[in-house]
């Protein structure tokens, strides 16, 4: 079946450090790809999504390109704020079907 | 536009005991679907309906729980009995129905702990 793998944390970075959260997917077909992000005590909201290959999706500052020769799907940001500190989570989904999510990614920001 | 609300955030029960949470979605969106995430691993996906139709239901653990979306507005998901695995948060989302949209917009789940 459908999986999804990223990168196991937690990760700490400094402020304005670049920030690289590996993810990996397994799927039959092209499925759309996304980031989700849970900031702390709120619920997930939608980070950027690309829904074929080589889309790039974008947002607050935030990037990822979707790779079908890698199956991949990395978060990138340049430089990153201690507000960025959360849970970020990458998932996978075909049209209005289940997504398919990574064990997430705890991320902490120090000033 | 007022998101996917969820109820309760918090609760807190003994084994052996029944827990119903609800999830009100977007105004509009007919898929609604229901996610878990114990104990920090990964969401998992239980249900997706459709208005008052499920239309998958195989991430279901058991027959323990119940969903249900009466008049394909609001939904309910029953444990009963509750077990000390069912632990975790849990998040219902939801979504338009046109068949390009693939964007789930998500609530802030409920934190069930189960004692």
């Given at each position: 079946?459908d ?20 993810c ?28 074929k ?13 979707y ?28 049209g ?16 | 536009?007022?998101?996917v ?6 609760s ?16 509009g ?14 969401i ?12 998958d ?19 309910t ?28 917009y998500?609530?802030p ?7």
């Amino acid at each position: 079946g459908d999986s999804v793998t990223q990168m196991e944390g937690p990760v700490t970075l400094s402020e304005e450090a670049f920030l690289t959260i590996n993810c990996t997917y397994t799927a039959t077909g092209y499925p759309s790809l996304f980031w989700y992000v849970q900031y702390p005590g709120e619920g997930l909201q939608l980070l950027l999504k690309a829904t074929k290959a080589d889309d790039k999706g974008s947002n607050k500052g935030f990037e990822a390109t979707y790779r079908k020769e890698t199956t991949s799907f990395h978060l990138e940001k340049g430089s990153v704020q201690v507000s960025d500190s959360a849970v970020y989570f990458c998932a996978l989904g075909f049209g209005n079907e289940k997504l398919t999510f990574g064990t997430g990614t705890r991320l902490t920001i120090i000033p | 536009e007022a998101g996917v609300t969820q109820f309760p955030s918090h609760s807190v029960i003994e084994k052996g005991q029944t827990v119903t949470l609800r999830c009100d979605p977007i105004s509009g969106h007919d898929n609604l679907y229901w996610y878990r995430r114990v104990m920090g691993k990964e969401i998992k996906f239980l249900l997706h309906f459709v208005k008052e139709s499920k239309q998958d239901e195989s991430g279901m653990p058991n027959n323990r729980f119940l969903a249900e979306r009466t008049g394909g507005t609001y939904s309910t998901l029953k444990v009963q009995p509750a077990e000390l695995e069912d632990s975790g948060v849990y998040f219902c989302a939801s979504s338009p129905l046109a068949t390009s949209t693939d964007t789930q917009y998500f609530g802030p789940g409920t934190r069930l702990t189960v004692l």
